[in-house]
Each structure stands twice: as structure tokens, then as C-alpha cells.
């Protein structure tokens, strides 16, 4: 027998509040989940509302306790999709075969496709080789610094996740401010750089379908709800947001520049230290070509076959072929992966289609906009509202995968365009400005130490505003003029 | 104060004291049926070279009984057989009269009238005989109890071969190495076989550290909280700095043993010189006060030798101590494992009553009570009047907190005790140890 040897320097702060005060702070939320829990029990066996089939009011109120956990994260999101699927075929609403047949849905591979591309990137060093060639190659003045950081973020979040792209630009940022010595909370440069980066993520995220995980379950919500009638392709997507994301790059850019003047005028320091980092990683290996090449190779299947051949089908050949040349391992993909995302992805496209199918979903939407809404426009912009605000408070995969089967509901009846109505919850719901725990991007950047969560609380309110501009610019002008509505 | 024999037979708190004091005379024909082969071993006899054996009275009283015969023969206690049955009994001749030490007499009673109290006798354990399977005897390692285990991982402390050793202390003054903590586990395994085993108390004394002795015992806690549902009690040091005894907690202890041994500032310089003079009694004081803020009530200890001091001085600890939330113990001083301070000129005894132990423990009992301390982690132990035994001098006790103190003394209700206490360790700890990269 061995015992694990614990560390000398072990410390142990002992809580020494009243025992009850300890135990309910350690516990209240498994005792609000019983508490849900006995009330979803109590409400499945109330009768159904007048107008609503008794399927529909249990897939109602099972789409709304998973709606509460979603909001709440009282249980990992992943986890609380599994539970709704469990739940389904437990309160009668779908047959367990029929349930769990929605998890076979075509925008899980596509995600998966995505996910293991972006590990490989990761594994492979190349996104990190790219980050530092572009900040050196564009970095000669503080201003161009800015800008590089910023674009860089934003076109590598519309590629991969945004999460994935703020924990591989962070380090270069950090070297940044201090080869060149900004001092936190006071250098102008080191707060812009930092906001460069969240911001820059967050924006780029809404670009296109890879930027973010809550595009391939919009469209996948959408294929189910129309029966597979309806996708949005890779282009169609990006063509929907662009003006947004193009319109928003250039105002934050120049904010960034008039808010937060360099004090310094000289980055040579900061680019000898990524010239440094560079010549640490060598000549580019033979598994970052691959990737690279497979990478770009797949963006345009995407982009000029996704439709014919399918978002999932590319994604599949595309993961395939990187194990194919031997570019990534499975077990660097296993760890790099976050399959909690696709287990969610799957629970959500289940429930939703449950809400399309029973009912519900309709019932519910004209509940809440029976006589408020006096145009399709006003609607979409309620709901570009809502989407807004729920995102400040709650992962824009839940505001998601809450408000989208609803709002497609609402958007069938009035006649307007389910892409579009996809769009206008799932854009603005990357609109997490303003709090530092709004998205993990915005945490990474503000954890460097160059702004308080005040300076992001009011950045990122004039943020908020100037993108629902933008949303409501697209709704009221842009997508009417293209015909999108 | 005087009792007669009737009365000490019906209380157990009485007759614990008694035996303890006087020992239980046994017929050669009844000792020799039972198992008494272990009795005399070091380490299990407490009381001097003489052999004890461990008594459950009634009312789950632990005592351990010196038995051998040149010890005993002037006790009016006696061990009886009838049938599968022990007893005990008073010898009529010997004490129809039951003197109180104070020299007071009681009532004669006829021998008929001499009550015969039904007891369990728990031979000395196998477990003193036997080794572990690296080889070591167990007998090294600790002692058992009944229901207690007490297990030294080591016998060093530095004040052992030094002017500075605590003068009652008979730990032999050979420094050996630390038993392997596998050893410990399975020491309690064995002991676990045979005996209702519901508390290890783990000793340490002073290793010239300024942890108390913690760093040495963590994995031995941490092994034993792995593989048995127990209460681990820590005897040591106060340590230098208040951060162990929060590290003592976090480690698995449910309880902590800080004992100043003697209240009295001056006697304790001299009789603990040791501790004393590289610890102080102020840090006593202090540690104590803050392990009462991080163990659950009840969980820190005290012992105050009874006998080695005035029992003013002593009563005077046991209103300090608990009214800083500390539990005093209060241990008879009695010669231990061989060392008898009865010949040191020096140390100035006062040998209580019986009367007086009896008011003693009385107001141990009520102060423990009214300051609403835990009783539960200082009970069943057979070498010591505790401070639940109390009760027995308080008249009659509350029919409800009686039967909570069976309850809680049940196999079960210790199980769910230490149950309960680890839960409250995982509610109130967090480990915020900053490993290095």
C-alpha cells in the first residue's frame, strides 16, 4: 500500500460560517434542481392549455426547464440536453427511437468536422504560427499593432472557434505588453490591445458557420424544423451577416484608435520578442503544411460545394483526410475536442424539433406577440432584442437553442423566411460586450490585467448598441434589399 | 462524603473509579478461564507492570482493572462466575463497610444484601501479541481498549533523553524509526477483528518542528480516513503557527488533543519542562482557543492530570478551558508504563477522594453541558473517566439525553458520527494549497 505523497506547502482555509450557512451556500443549487425537478413532475400532470395538444404542453414544459438550466448553468449544458432527451420519451411527448434519431442530425458531423479541424490547427502549432507571422509582419507602429491583433482575431474566430483563437492569440499579447512594458490598467496601448483581442473574436465569430458553435445549431434546428426542407449554406450565411460584421470591424477599429491613443510610439521590442517566438518553433513542419492545406482546401468545398455536397459530408472528408496523412493524432483530437458541445447540440435539435412538431413551439409564439407586433420587421427586431440581451447573461448556444424554435414557429406564420429568422436570433446573440463572464474570450482578455470590468461594462454597452444598429439596419434595409424578407 | 457499597455497585461512574483505584481481585480459577495471556504486556498494562483486564459496565462503561493479585488484594472488588455470566460483587467481609477516604463510615450491610452487577469482560487483546506483516510487534505501536485504539507511528520526542521530559512520561527514551503507514492500517485492521474499535487516537510528541508534528502524521490519517469509517483523534504539540492546526483539520482529524497536562502555571514548569519551556503555556492557551474555531464542538481536547495539582487549580481549568470551548479530560495521575512519580521528593501530590472525583467529574459534566460542548468525541474510554461519564455524579439524568448518549454510542451512531464529521470537513474546508509549476 502507498499513500500519495501531499505537497509540504499544502493550505487549507476553513469556512467558518454557521454550518447551515456553509451547507446551503455548498448546495442550493442541487436543492433548486430538486426543486425544478418536483415542479416539472407537478406540471407534467397538469392538464394542457385550451389550444395546445397534450404532447405539445409536455414538450412545453420540458423545453422550459431545460430553458431554466440553460440560463442558469445549473448543470452542464451538455448534460441538460442529454436530460431533455431522457425526459422526451419519458413524458410521452416522442417515442424514444424517434427521440433519439434527431441526434443523428447532419449539423452534429458538421460540427464534429469543424471541431476536429480546429484541433488539429491547434495541435499542430500552425494557428499559432500564423498568429505571430501576421502581429510581426503588420506590428511596425502601435496603431498597426492594434490592428493586426484585431483583424487577426477576427478572421480566425470566423474560422474556428472564437474561444480556440483568444487562448492562442492571448500568449502573443502578453509578450507584447511586456516587451514593450506597458504598465496594467494605465498603458492606452495595453488596454486596446487587450480589447483587439475580445472584441475581435466576438465579432469575427458572427462572419461565418465555423465562427462559434450556435451557427451549425441554428442550422441544424432549421433542417429540422422544415423536415430538411430548409438549410442555410456556408456562403448564404456569411452573405446574411456581412454588412453587420464589416460595419462593426470598422467603428470598433476606430473607436479602438480614438478611445485609446498608444503612448508609445516604437514596438520594436515587442516584435524582436515575437521574432524570438518564431525562431523557436522552427521551419514549418510537414504536419502543419497538411493542415494548412486541408484547412484551406476544406473552407472552399464550403464555400463552392456545401451545398451540393453538404457542410457534414466536406467536414467528414476533411477530418478523414488529416488522419489519412498522418497530420494529427486521435489523441491530440481527443483532447483538444469539446464534445460536451456536440452532446448539446444534439439534446437541443432534439427538443426543439419536439417544440416544431407538437406544436408548441407555434402555440407559444403566438401567446407572447398575439397582438404587439404590427410587422414582420417589428417581430424580427423584438426578437433581435431578445436575443441581445438573454446573450449578456447566458452562452449564445442556449439563447440559441432557447429562443430559436419559438421564433421559427412565429416566422412560419407570419410568412417570413426561416433563414432569416435564424439569423436574427443567431447574430446578435454573439453580442457578449459587455460583462467580463459574458463569453470566455472576454474573460481571457480581461484576465491580462489592462481594464477594469467598469471599462468594459460601459466599451461594451456603446458596443451593444452600435450592433443592434447594425441588426436592425440589416432587418429594416439590408435583407429586404436582397430579398431575404 | 461517604458511599456505601451498594450505591458504588449501582453507579457505574462510581465503580469505574473504584476499580481503576483499587483494582477487581480475581479467583485464580476464574482468571485462568479467561484469556488473560496479554495482560501484563508494556503498553497495554497502563498501570505500572500490573496486569489489567478491560470491563464493559453497565450503561456502556469502559474500565480497565489492574487484576494482578499483589496490586489487588486490598480491594473489596471482586470478579464472580455464574454460570456464563461475569459479575461483580463487593467481598462482605472486606466491604460490608466502605470507607470514603476521608475516613467516614457508612452503614454495614449483610453480604446478602451486596448487589452482584452483571458485566462483560474483554480479555486483553491477541493484538498485543501479534505483529504486523513487515514484523513489527504491535505492541510497540499502541495499545487497545476496548472500543479505543491509541498508536504511536513514533516514540520520539525530543525532550526524552533531556532535562526536559515530562516528569510522569515512561515512554522508553530509545528513539525508533517511524512505523511504515501500512503497518498503522493493518495494526488497526487487527485490532478492528476482535475489539469494537470506534476511535484511533494518533500521539506524537515533540519532534523539534515547528508543525507539531503534523507533517508526520498526514499520511497516516489520511491512510486510516481512506480505509475505515473512524474517528481520528491527534494527540501533539500546539504548533508555532495556527495555519497546521488548520492543516491538522484538513488533513482528516476529527478531533485535536493540545494537552496542557497541568493547569497550574508554576507546577507546570515543573512537571512539564519540555513543553513548558519551548512551547509556553500562553501558545497552549492560544492554539487551543483557535482549534476550537476550526474542529466541531467537542473536538478539541485538554488533559489535566488529577493529583499532580490542587483540585481548585483544577476546577479552575476546567472553567477556563471550557469556557474557551475546549473539552478537559481529566486522567487519575496513576504511574505509567513503569514510570512512578511516587518517589520524586520534589513533585507535591494531592491524592483525591473518592467523594471528591466524584464532585470533580460532577462539574466537569455540568461546565461541558452549559457550555453546550460535544460529548461525543472524548467517550468509551476504559483508562479514564470521561467527561460523558460525569453524568453518573449528576443525579438523574435527562431520560431523552440519556438516550441520545446510547444512541450516539452505538457501533452505528460512532459510524454516523464519523460520518457526519467528514461531511463537515468537506463542507468547511478548501484546500487552497498553490502547486508550483
Same mark, same amino acid.
Given at each position: 500500500m502507498s499513500t500519495q505523497p501531499e505537497p509540504d506547502n499544502r493550505r487549507f482555509e476553513i469556512d467558518r460560517r454557521p454550518i447551515t450557512v456553509v451547507l446551503l451556500a455548498r448546495i442550493w443549487k442541487q436543492l433548486l434542481l430538486l426543486g425544478l425537478i418536483g415542479l416539472l413532475v407537478v406540471l407534467l400532470q397538469l392538464t394542457a392549455p385550451t389550444g395546445l395538444s397534450p404532447q405539445g404542453y409536455k414538450a412545453l414544459i420540458i423545453f422550459a426547464f431545460c430553458a431554466i438550466l440553460w440560463a442558469t448553468s445549473l448543470l452542464p449544458l451538455a448534460i441538460t440536453s442529454l436530460f431533455a432527451m431522457a425526459l422526451l420519451p419519458l413524458a410521452g411527448v416522442m417515442s424514444a427511437q424517434e427521440t433519439y434519431s434527431y441526434f443523428g442530425s447532419r449539423v452534429v458531423f458538421f460540427l464534429m468536422g469543424a471541431l476536429m479541424l480546429s484541433a488539429a490547427m491547434i495541435a499542430t502549432g500552425i494557428s499559432k504560427r500564423f498568429a505571430t507571422v501576421v502581429v510581426r509582419r503588420f506590428g511596425a507602429t502601435p496603431g498597426r499593432l492594434v490592428t493586426s491583433v484585431f483583424l487577426l482575431c477576427a478572421f480566425g474566430s470566423s474560422m474556428m472557434s472564437a474561444h480556440a483563437v483568444g487562448v492562442m492569440v492571448l500568449p502573443i499579447v502578453v509578450d507584447i505588453t511586456r516587451a514593450l512594458g506597458l504598465r496594467p490598467l494605465r498603458s492606452n496601448l495595453g488596454k486596446a490591445l487587450c480589447f483587439s483581442l475580445a472584441w475581435g473574436c466576438v465579432i469575427g465569430g458572427? =462572419?461565418?458557420? =465555423? /465562427? /462559434?458553435a450556435r451557427g451549425p445549431l441554428a442550422i441544424g434546428i432549421v433542417e429540422e424544423f422544415s423536415g430538411g426542407a430548409q438549410t442555410i449554406g456556408f456562403v448564404q450565411y456569411m452573405l446574411y451577416g456581412l454588412p453587420m460584421v464589416v460595419g462593426m470591424l470598422l467603428v470598433t477599429l476606430f473607436t479602438l484608435k480614438v478611445v485609446f491613443p498608444p503612448e508609445i510610439s516604437d514596438t520594436r521590442g515587442a516584435l524582436k520578442v515575437l521574432e524570438s517566438n518564431l525562431e523557436q518553433m522552427g521551419k514549418v513542419t510537414a504536419r502543419e503544411l497538411v493542415v494548412g492545406v486541408i484547412m484551406v482546401a476544406t473552407v472552399l468545398m464550403w464555400a463552392f460545394a456545401g451545398d451540393t455536397l453538404g457542410l457534414d459530408t466536406i467536414a467528414i472528408i476533411a477530418m478523414s483526410a488529416l488522419f489519412l496523412l498522418r497530420a494529427v493524432t486521435w489523441r491530440e483530437v481527443q483532447e483538444e475536442v469539446n464534445w460536451g458541445l456536440i452532446l448539446m447540440y444534439g439534446g437541443a435539435i432534439c427538443l426543439s424539433a419536439a417544440m416544431a412538431h407538437t406544436g408548441a413551439a407555434l402555440w407559444l409564439t403566438e401567446l407572447v406577440f398575439a397582438d404587439g407586433v404590427s410587422s414582420p420587421q417589428m417581430l424580427l427586431i423584438v426578437i433581435a432584442l431578445a436575443s441581445a440581451l438573454l446573450t449578456e447573461f447566458m452562452s449564445n448556444s442556449a439563447v440559441v437553442a432557447m429562443l430559436l424554435p419559438p421564433t421559427l414557429s412565429l416566422a412560419q406564420a407570419n410568412g417570413i423566411d426561416l433563414a432569416a429568422a435564424a439569423m436574427t436570433v443567431v447574430l446578435p446573440s454573439n453580442f457578449a460586450f459587455m460583462f467580463p463572464i459574458s463569453t470566455p474570450v472576454t474573460a481571457l482578455a480581461w484576465s491580462v490585467g489592462f481594464y477594469t470590468p467598469r471599462q468594459v461594462a460601459v466599451t461594451g454597452a456603446a458596443l451593444h448598441a452600435v450592433g443592434f444598429g447594425f441588426m436592425v439596419i440589416l432587418i429594416t434595409l439590408y435583407w429586404p434589399a436582397v430579398g431575404l424578407i | 462524603m461517604s458511599f456505601s457499597v451498594s450505591q458504588i455497585l449501582g453507579n457505574p461512574g462510581l465503580l469505574k473509579l473504584e476499580l481503576m483505584r483499587k483494582g477487581l481481585r480475581i479467583e485464580p480459577s476464574v482468571l485462568r478461564s479467561l484469556d488473560t495471556s496479554g495482560s501484563g504486556v508494556t503498553g497495554h498494562a497502563l498501570f505500572g507492570s500490573a496486569g489489567d483486564i478491560d470491563i464493559s459496565l453497565p450503561q456502556g462503561t469502559w474500565v480497565t482493572a489492574p487484576v494482578a493479585p499483589r496490586i489487588v488484594k486490598a480491594s473489596p472488588y471482586r470478579l464472580v462466575v455464574d454460570g456464563d455470566q461475569h459479575l461483580i460483587t463487593a467481598d462482605a467481609s472486606a466491604a460490608v463497610v466502605c470507607k470514603d477516604d476521608e475516613g467516614a463510615q457508612s452503614q454495614s450491610e449483610p453480604q446478602e444484601a451486596v448487589p452482584r452487577v452483571p458485566v462483560t469482560v474483554q480479555p486483553p487483546a491477541s493484538f498485543f501479541r501479534r505483529s504486523t506483516s513487515s514484523g513489527i510487534p504491535l505492541r510497540r505501536i499502541g495499545t487497545v481498549h476496548g472500543p479505543y485504539l491509541a498508536l504511536s507511528p513514533t516514540n520520539k520526542c525530543g525532550f526524552l533523553a533531556t532535562a526536559d521530559r515530562c516528569r510522569f512520561c515512561g515512554v522508553s527514551a530509545q528513539p525508533q524509526d517511524a512505523v511504515p503507514v501500512a503497518d498503522i492500517v493493518e495494526a488497526i485492521r487487527i485490532a478492528r477483528e476482535e475489539q469494537t474499535v470506534n476511535m484511533v487516537h494518533l500521539s506524537v510528541g515533540y519532534l523539534g518542528t515547528d508543525d507539531g508534528g503534523v507533517r508526520m502524521l498526514e499520511p497516516y490519517v489520511a491512510a486510516i480516513k481512506k480505509h475505515f469509517d473512524i474517528v481520528v483523534a491527534v494527540d501533539a504539540l500546539p504548533p508555532a503557527d495556527n495555519g497546521w492546526i488548520d492543516r491538522t483539520y484538513g488533513m482528516g482529524a476529527d478531533a485535536i488533543s493540545y494537552n496542557?497536562?497541568?493547569?497550574?502555571a508554576q507546577r507546570f514548569e515543573k512537571i512539564c519542562p519540555g513543553p513548558a519551556r519551548v512551547i509556553g503555556r500562553e501558545r497552549f492557551m492560544e492554539a487551543l482557543e483557535y482549534a476550537t474555531t476550526v474542529f466541531q464542538s467537542g473536538g478539541v481536547t485538554c488533559h489535566l492530570i488529577v493529583g499532580l495539582e490542587p483540585l481548585d487549580s483544577t476546577r479552575e481549568g476546567i472553567q477556563t478551558l471550557t469556557g474557551m470551548g475546549v473539552v478537559p479530560v481529566l486522567p487519575i495521575y496513576r504511574p505509567f508504563k513503569g514510570r512512578d512519580m511516587r518517589a520524586d521528593e520534589d513533585i507535591e501530590r494531592f491524592e483525591p477522594t473518592l467523594g471528591e472525583l466524584g464532585s470533580l467529574y460532577r462539574d466537569l459534566y455540568r461546565q461541558v453541558r452549559n457550555n453546550r460542548l460535544g460529548l461525543s468525541m472524548v467517550r468509551d474510554i476504559a483508562t479514564v473517566t470521561t467527561p460523558l461519564e460525569g453524568r453518573f455524579f449528576d443525579g438523574e439524568p435527562n431520560f431523552l439525553r440519556s438516550l441520545a448518549d446510547r444512541l450516539t454510542g452505538t457501533r452505528i451512531g460512532r459510524r454516523t458520527s464519523a460520518r457526519f464529521s467528514d461531511l463537515r470537513r468537506a463542507l468547511r474546508v478548501r484546500d487552497v494549497t498553490i502547486v508550483e509549476p
Open positions: 458572427s =462572419l461565418t458557420v =465555423l /465562427g /462559434g | 496542557l497536562e497541568i493547569f497550574d
